[in-house]
Structure formats: C-alpha cells, structure tokens
C-alpha cells in the first residue's frame, strides 16, 4: 500500500528549462510534505518543504506546489542546471517524526 | 561537524549469514530511523526511536530484522539470518527533538551515506 507515489521514475529536461516532478499521496492526514534530493552513493539531503496550510513555497530555483484537494504536489526547478540531475524523492508526514516516502524520480539534465 | 555516520559502507555476504549494520547520529538529536532503499519500493522506513526507546517498528520486514539503540550516539540494525532478497541500500538518519508542539519544525531529517548490502 503506497500512501506517496512519484509515478515517472525517470525525467529528462534540457539545461535552463523547467523541470517538473510530481508526486501523489493518498492519506488525507498528512500535514507536512517534503522534498529529498539524493546523489549517487550519498544519502538524500532536504530540499524543500510544505505546511498543509499553504499551497506554494519557494526558495530560490525550487517551488513546491500543494493541491489538497487532488492529495497532489510538484516540484519545479527552474531553470534547470545540469548540478540538478539527481533522484528526487517526495516525502509526507501526519505528524510525529514519521515520514512516508515515495519511490523516487530520477532526473537528468541534459547540457 | 560531523554527520551521521553509518559503518561498513558496503557489505557482501553469504546467505544464512549474520549481517549489522552501524549508525552513529548527529549529536544532539534525539530521534533514528532505519530506512531501505529499493527499485521497487522507494525509500521504507524501518524503525525509528526517539530518545533511545522504538516508537515505531511497523516497517521491520520480519523477524530476521532487529534494531537496537543502547544510547544516544549508536544504533545497529542486525539481519539474522540474511537472505538475497534483504539486498539494498540501508539508511540511517537522525532529527532533532521533538518541538513545543510535539513536532519539529521542519521534520527534517539527516541522513547518512548509506550501507549498501549485497546477499549472495
């Protein structure tokens, strides 16, 4: 039972375009909605982060969009740089420190 | 200043063979979690403590896997007996401790290196 799905496994985007990956989650009591990024042979490091209460935040390059009412959120990079090419996971919390991740999508980004 | 440090970084073993894997936290933070890494199933939390005590073991695959943190600064996470299909990529991460409201700010967790275990 997945509760957080990153449903593209792989993306491809052109350097200085905007990237978009999404992610979908299916537990209505989460509250809190996070986005890792990981290099190869590294652990992932935090990204971005959204409160429930809000439906965009943004810092810098990196936006993350929440629609509750579709239980959907994105992620855009814009523009894209080729340091950008890394997995990205999508991770929610209903509380406590228990997070749920998603599978990952891999992005690439192409010179 | 350091950050989590998981220990070895790669493992191959044989299957029926007992494999434990090392995490040391962050200082100061108060909550670990074991997490695997797979192709199929993204990242699965394992277990996770706060304050040295397991609050939640639901993601233990079976009883082949248990998990220990005798105090603040280790944890080991132990396979016993291993099995090809326990293959992947195992982290540990650490968090600050909880807030006024029960919750951190951010829910941010560090991660380690990763230990990536081959069974054969």
């Known amino acids: 039972d997945q509760q957080v799905k990153q449903n593209s496994p792989s993306l491809s985007v052109q350097e200085g375009r905007i990237s978009i990956l999404n992610c979908d989650y299916t537990n209505s009591m989460f509250d809190y909605f996070l986005w890792y990024k990981k290099y190869p042979a590294e652990g992932p490091t935090f990204l971005i982060s959204?409160?429930?209460?809000?439906d965009k935040n943004e810092d810098g390059r990196f936006t993350v969009f929440l629609n509750k009412s579709a239980k959907h959120l994105s992620l855009h990079i814009v523009p894209s740089q080729p340091g950008d090419s890394a997995v990205y996971f999508c991770a929610a919390s209903g509380g406590a420190q228990k997070l749920v991740f998603g599978q990952g999508t891999r992005l690439t980004i192409n010179p | 200043d350091a950050g989590v440090i998981q220990s070895p970084r790669h493992e191959v073993t044989e299957m029926g063979q007992e494999v434990t894997l090392r995490c040391k936290p962050i200082s100061g933070h108060n909550s670990l979690f074991w997490y695997r890494q797979t192709m199929m199933r993204g990242l699965e939390l394992l277990i996770y403590f706060n304050n040295n005590v397991p609050i939640d073991d639901s993601g233990m695959p079976e009883d082949r896997f248990s998990a220990k943190m005798p105090n603040a600064s280790f944890s080991t996470l132990k396979i016993q007996p291993s099995e090809p299909r326990d293959s992947a990529v195992y982290f540990c991460a650490s968090s600050p401790s909880l807030g006024l409201a029960g919750r951190s700010s951010y829910n941010e967790q560090f991660f380690g290196p990763g230990t990536r275990l081959t069974v054969l």
């Open positions: 959204i409160s429930s209460i809000k």
